[in-house]
């Protein structure tokens, strides 16, 4: 059989829960395009009873679903690598197995791609998210687009589609701490965004805590721009002429005035704030070294245990 048409990744982690109505509503999406299609499942690294029944899924469609089991739990990035790497068709879709991404909005993708574009984003309408989330996802898509240049709406929708050649040069950049939808929009050359539904998550928590989130923004920070260090910098010049000019007004202060012990926490306040801006800004400096720590040491960026797939040869 000729390769698929449609390639659809699914990072997998701890949806039990999900993954029968996943199944379910996926392939009579897919069904419906009436065009050759292939499912990639990744479990990264579940510890519920997701691998059985992604097992049990393999065997009801082993021509159309392929499963990927890592060794352990390496990221929701890391597995849509992975998925990636084992993708073999014109069209790749990627989304979030908790069924917030409506399976039946994937025509809307591929649409887009067949109109022309090779990377179609998506804008969740009525999000159904808390206050908090919805507002502090709007700040944070604002910061980054500010700072790395790269316009997405909804940095946070995994409903996404790429051409080929967007995920040939995905899996060719072997970057270790990498948001795949930001390098995939570096990488086209005609991007676009739909509209599309968005659902409340159907069983289980959400995987992502504050810790990741964070994590995720400095990963976006520091692998896309320089302007956070261009910004110390900056900074740094403009405290040291500031603080030139402040050393020359106290000497001629004491000349003119004589010994005084005003303002001295004044001073102190200065002083614990230029160290906090210090320690801050060494904090960034290591975020940058850290990845290229990351990148020398050349270790897998993850462990695949066992694939489940039926491949022509």
Partial sequence: MANPYLSIVVPVYNEADNLEKLYSRLTSVLDHENKPYEIILVNDGSRDNTETILNDLYKRRPEQIRIVHFN?????????MAGFERTRGEITITLDADLQNPPEEIPKLIRAIEAGHDYVGSIRKNRQDTWFRRHASRINNSIRAKITGIVMSDQGCMLRAYQRHVIDAVIASKESSVYIPALAYSYAGNPTEVEVEHSSRAAG???YNLYKLLRLNFDLM???SLIPLQ????????????????????????L?????AEG???LFAILYFLIGVALMGLGIVG???????????QR??????????????
Avoid: C, W
Avoid at 72 to 80: K, P
Avoid at 256 to 260: D, M
Avoid at 300 to 313: A, G, M, S, W
């Fill in 264 to 266: 001295i926490f004044t």
């Fill in 231 to 254: 910004v110390f910098t900056v900074f740094g010049i403009v405290v040291s002429l500031l603080s030139t000019l402040f050393v020359v007004y106290l000497f001629i202060r004491r």
């Fill in 222 to 224: 520091t692998g896309f």
């Fill in 300 to 313: 897998p960026f993850f462990i695949v245990r066992k694939t489940l797939e039926k491949l022509d040869n």
């Fill in 205 to 207: 928590t959400s995987k």
């Fill in 72 to 80: 352990g739990n390496f990221g929701q990035h890391m597995a849509i």
């Fill in 287 to 297: 975020e940058y070294i850290g990845r290229i720590y990351k990148e020398v040491r």
């Fill in 256 to 260: 003119l005035i004589g010994p005084e």
